[in-house]
């Protein structure tokens, strides 16, 4: 008896562990389909763009809060050494404090800004798989050093640290959704994704912060998003396997970085992109002080005061792929007027005398600032294909630098400007500066009427296949081939399935990409 009951367990167990076989199975083919792979890498890049952004912003209110702790506890400890010059000392605190503070505040993106010529080529050679994956590592240590930090050095490092983890993780992430969303409507909405996470992450990283560092401490707040990050980086590495995919080793090698910088119409979108977030970038540091000695506002006000914009933002998101969808060829436009909208805005915070008034010029803002993003960032990945190698790794720092100067002097500069100038004046230039650069995205109408390079292309082809997009590619001009071959055409295929070049091209239309 008790052996017919273990044989009838032995066999349950084995109906269970086949069926954890055959589900095991589905899920692996599953992840292995091209368009379930797809959005898998999308919830990926855009899991780890939400924790960069929440994590650049989640101290806004707790570390100036726990540095003056730190601060008090250490006046405190030396007090009676100190008594003397207590007051001078205070004072010369309190202005270092500040200085310190920005600095901190600055030390991401500084570092970012040094590194990201190095990560862009360092992405073009290896791919895209490997880089995500060391950004999401590199954040992750740096989210637990911010949540054991005792000391403003430790949180000096694990911010710096933070900036590192960025330069690997948003460039290679934003490009490996170029690289894999092909065609142009489907690269703008996905782009578009990303860019939603994005402002998700920064608009909502100050009140989640503020929250549970009131009622749950400092560390609580960095270990959640440590846990999600660690999750992000487990799924990475299933998912992708960047360890054991050998696809680089036939992948073009991308054009380097300081020659995409000369290309002119790069240069205007990368100016734009830079321009556009400065009001952002200088208005984050400034704007709570502002709102104290106008408004008498409370904390929770300031707390707030970004968190409505993310509506319209992602409202502007949406409209832009809408639009980009029906006329992609008025990319430009759509930039140019998200620049007015945010130099319009910008110049109207000064004259809001409530917190009521204020909401709309910064929903303005951040709405002109989703038009730039979303029409202009598709655009890189454009130019690099009809203009360089489809290799986006180096272009994209380029947008990664473009991004960190404005958030580099932000923190630094800003608050020197209020200081000399004042924040009306402040204010007034930034939205002068947006609308003045506006028409320089005229040079960006003709850019949906250039074409691509086909000896170049055909060429990295040739070189055998390096992805679903260039397989397909591969497989149409073998089918190609034989028909032409069959019908008389005079296209001629080699044994390696390589086409001889056409009649009807012309020298010019083989070698180089057409500009108009």
């Not at 600055?106 to 791919?127: C, E, H, Y």
């Not at 660690?230 to 992708?240: E, K, Q, S």
Request: with cysteine; net charge negative; glycine share 8%.
């Amino acid at each position: 008896m008790a052996s017919e009951e273990s044989i009838g367990l032995a066999q349950s167990a084995a109906v269970k562990l086949s069926e954890m076989g055959e589900r095991t199975k589905h899920l692996g083919n599953a992840i292995q389909d091209p368009e379930r792979q797809r959005r898998i890498i999308l919830v990926i890049v855009c899991v780890a763009l939400l924790l960069d952004n929440m994590l650049y912003m989640v101290i806004v209110p707790i570390i100036p809060d726990y540095l003056v702790s730190l601060e008090q506890k250490a006046e405190h400890a030396h007090a009676v050494l100190h008594m003397n010059n207590s007051n001078s000392t205070a004072h010369i605190g309190k202005e270092n404090f500040d200085v310190e503070i920005g600095v901190l505040f600055a030390s991401k993106a500084i570092l970012q800004l040094l590194v990201n010529p190095l990560t862009g080529t360092f992405i073009d050679r290896v791919g895209y798989d490997i880089p995500l994956l060391i950004g999401l590592t590199i954040m992750f240590l740096s989210t637990c050093i911010f949540a054991f930090a005792e000391n403003y050095g430790t949180l000096f490092a694990a911010r710096s640290l933070q900036g590192l983890g960025s330069a690997f993780a948003d460039t290679s992430g934003i490009a490996m959704i170029a690289d894999k969303y092909t065609e142009e409507g489907e690269r703008s909405r996905a782009l578009g994704i990303a860019l939603a996470f994005i402002s998700f992450g920064s608009l909502v990283a100050p009140p989640f912060g503020g929250i549970l560092y009131e009622f749950a401490g400092k560390r609580v707040p960095f270990l959640v998003l440590a846990c999600i990050c660690f999750a992000d980086g487990i799924l990475c590495l299933t998912v992708l396997k960047p360890f054991s995919n050998n696809t680089r080793e036939n992948m073009p090698i991308g054009t380097p970085i300081y020659k995409l910088m000369i290309d002119p119409y790069i240069a205007v979108v990368a100016g734009a992109l830079t321009t556009c977030n400065i009001p952002l970038a200088f208005l984050e540091p400034t704007i709570a002080n502002w709102m104290e000695e106008t408004m008498n506002s409370t904390q929770w006000e300031i707390g707030l005061t970004w968190l409505p914009a993310f509506f319209p933002h992602v409202l502007g998101v949406y409209l832009t792929v809408k639009l980009a969808a029906q006329y992609p060829h008025l990319q430009w436009f759509y930039g140019a007027l998200g620049m007015v909208i945010i130099g319009a805005s910008s110049c109207t915070v000064p004259a809001c005398k409530t917190f009521g008034q204020l909401i709309w010029p910064l929903c303005g803002i951040c709405f002109g600032i989703a038009l730039v993003d979303t029409a202009l960032l598709p655009t890189l990945a454009f130019l690099v294909d009809v203009r360089h190698v489809s290799v986006y790794g180096s272009v994209y720092a380029i947008a990664d630098i473009s991004y960190c100067v404005a958030y580099a002097l932000g923190p630094i500069v800003a608050g020197q400007i209020v200081h000399n100038f004042g924040f009306v004046q402040l204010n007034l230039g930034m939205g002068l500066a947006n609308v003045l650069y506006a028409p320089a995205l005229l040079l960006l109408r003709n850019v949906c009427l250039m074409k691509p390079s086909h000896s170049e292309r055909n060429m990295l082809l040739e070189e055998g296949a390096t992805g679903l997009y260039d397989t397909i590619k591969m497989e149409e001009r073998h089918n190609k081939g034989k028909i032409l071959s069959s019908s008389g055409n005079c296209v001629s295929v080699d044994e390696n399935g390589t086409f001889a070049q056409p009649r009807g091209y012309s020298e010019e239309e083989t070698s180089e990409p057409e500009y108009m």
